[in-house]
């Protein structure tokens, strides 16, 4: 399996708290992710990083921010977390380089609910 | 827009009986295709890929996907499921940029 870790890997807060959640990599990939899981819509992409430093929005992006100061980790964070923010999150690395190099491997989720 | 559309929310097989999972795309070129599984409670595991050449791909846990361009379709097949293939099925498209579009999912129960 590659190695890739989530923490925490279940969350319960409240409205209006601020949210961190860790993705950590020990396979020194170039390209990270961020994914919610909900019922009927597959995953969505949130965030991904090309880089330390070096991040760009997916399709589900609003309410949400990342950060990547090492290539090991990358960060997401709710300013300000809402009920409709309640979801499975994944994160997920992939080399990057290119054709058959650029499947991605995935963490095991944080399951995150929002009261 | 790229899109990848599971037609089939829910999928009940026999075990021992053959299993096909539906997954069509819309890109305008050719993406990368994939297919992931999830059993419960667990990340996605990648069960096979298509980037190029030969249409019919074979990957891991016995499972097989052909891709045809003129139906814009890579379905998911595999002759005889066991028990344990119960997890939801995921087909993924990737057109350019490294990233992912995923289909809705389709989860297949396993009748004894």
């Known amino acids: 399996d590659a190695g890739i870790t989530q923490s925490p890997r279940h969350k319960v807060t409240e409205t209006g708290t601020p949210v961190t959640l860790r993705c950590h990599q020990t396979e020194n990939h170039r390209y990270m992710y961020w994914y919610r899981q909900d019922p009927g819509h597959g995953l969505r992409l949130i965030h991904y990083?090309?880089?330390?430093?070096?991040?760009d929005k997916g399709e589900v992006s609003d309410g949400y921010s990342v950060s990547r100061s090492k290539t090991e980790d990358f960060l997401l964070t709710l300013e300000s977390a809402t009920s409709s923010q309640t979801s499975v999150y994944f994160c997920?690395?992939?080399?990057?380089?290119?054709?058959?190099?650029?499947?991605?491997?995935f963490g095991p989720g944080t399951r995150l609910t929002v009261l | 827009a790229q899109s990848v559309t599971q037609p089939d929310i829910h999928i009940t097989v026999s075990e021992g009986a053959s299993l096909e999972l539906r997954c069509n795309y819309s890109?305008?070129?050719?993406?990368?295709l994939f297919w992931y599984v999830q059993s419960p409670g667990q990340g996605l595991q990648l069960l096979l890929k298509?980037?190029?050449?030969?249409?019919l791909v074979q990957g891991i846990k016995g499972f097989e996907a052909e891709f045809k361009r003129s139906q814009s379709s890579f379905n998911l097949r595999k002759p005889s499921v066991h028990w344990s293939d119960a997890a939801e099925y995921f087909c993924a498209g990737e057109a350019a940029g490294n990233k992912l579009t995923f289909g809705g999912g389709t989860r297949v129960l396993v009748k004894p």
């Open positions: 990083s090309y880089g330390v430093k070096d991040t």
């Open positions: 890109y305008g070129a050719t993406p990368y």
């Open positions: 997920a690395i992939s080399e990057g380089s290119g054709g058959r190099h650029n499947e991605q491997f």
């Open positions: 298509y980037f190029s050449g030969d249409t």
